[in-house]
């Protein structure tokens, strides 16, 4: 019983009857249940190349990029059958994610196909914010994405990257932001979205089939561990020529383009091999801080997909991911000589402008007044509910009947 009312808790009303609906349509043959299957979803995605699908799926990447590509898809799934025990939303929402993604990665390769040289795009020196979860990432990276001087992954770019003409890309993600709202009120409390908002690059690394945004909602420790031992250089690769292909079709490459998303701790050493003129900024927070807000989003999530969400294995998950990175980014750090700057979460509460004033000396930038004055807007228009709601959230996960 005490399962069954941490999902009520967990899941908006919507979310509720999507669930119990899309149950019954299935079992009573209103509606053919979706299937996770590769071939089936590689069938699905090929179909407008027709023939051309093989040499579109190749178009501007390595064999090994291919071939790692197809085994992450296979493997994902069958974590997926095996262990997320995934209720009929879930698997409904399972579907839709792979499939935009396997569709995606055909029209990526259409698109290097016939245009290459948008994978010799150069690119300005990046500014990278590394830290975990939860830990001031999302504060930092706004901050910095505000200074004129920089560039930033928009929200309709991060999770619609193929390009599109006539402002598509915007309509698609205020109607799937508005989808989501209704079907996962808190979402927006957690991590806040808009279509045109400064977004971190998560979709794209998942886009490649990173371990990360799959286990934030799906209990699969099978591939995750699997993706964490494997090495992630074909994943990197294919986020950077998606960073490429963005810059050049939003004219920005000009520019430094700051970059965030928590899973980078975890794989720096491929990140900076990739970006070796790159300035970091690592975001700290207390342990025991982090960990009991990742908990609280990847529970939202998952309590949302699975009927037997189970809250203390969520737990062991994150404290072994902290760990995980920790080690990894100290590793990477230890050989790396190329500017860094430190932001304490407590110092960007306490004097924000002070925090980001020694982030900016320590690589070296000049901190404007045009960018000052853009990041007291950014802040006073950040104020409000939103930590407060996030609270809110995080003892609602935490109550245990």
Known sequence: MARRREHLLARGPLAEKANDFLGKAWERGWLPPPVLEADALWALAARPHG???????????????????????????????????????????????????????????????????????????????????????????????????????????????????????????????????????????????????????????????????????????????????????????????????DAAHRGIAGKPRVLKVPAFAEDLATILALFPDARLVIAEREHEAVLKSAVSLAANQMAMQSDTCCLDAIEARWRHKIALRDGRMAEALAGWHGPVARAGFDDLNADWEAAIARVYAELGLALTPAALAAMRKVMAASEGGHHHAHAEQLARFAEKA
């Open 51 to 245: 023939a051309k699908a093989e040499r579109v799926e190749q178009g501007g990447r390595s064999p090994e990029d291919v071939a790692d590509f197809r085994e992450r898809l296979a493997r994902l799934i069958a974590a997926l059958e095996a262990e997320a025990d995934l209720n009929p939303l879930g698997r409904a929402m399972a579907w839709g994610q792979l499939a935009r993604v396997v569709k995606n990665r055909l029209a990526f390769g259409a698109l290097w196909l016939e245009r290459p040289e948008l994978l010799a795009t150069p690119l300005a020196p990046p500014i990278i914010v590394i830290g975990h979860m939860r830990s001031g990432t999302t504060r930092i990276h706004t901050l910095l994405a505000a200074d004129p001087a920089h560039s930033h992954t928009r929200y309709c770019d991060a999770y619609h990257p193929v390009p599109a003409r006539f402002g598509m890309k915007r309509v698609k993600a205020t109607m799937e932001l508005a989808m989501l709202g209704l079907l996962n009120p808190w979402m927006q409390s957690i991590h806040p979205m808009a279509p045109a908002a400064v977004e971190e690059e998560l979709a794209w690394i998942s886009a490649a089939l990173h371990h990360s945004i799959y286990e934030s909602q799906w209990h699969i420790p099978s591939y995750s561990a699997w993706s964490e031992a494997r090495g992630s250089l074909p994943i990197y690769r294919e986020f950077r020529r998606i960073l490429q292909t």
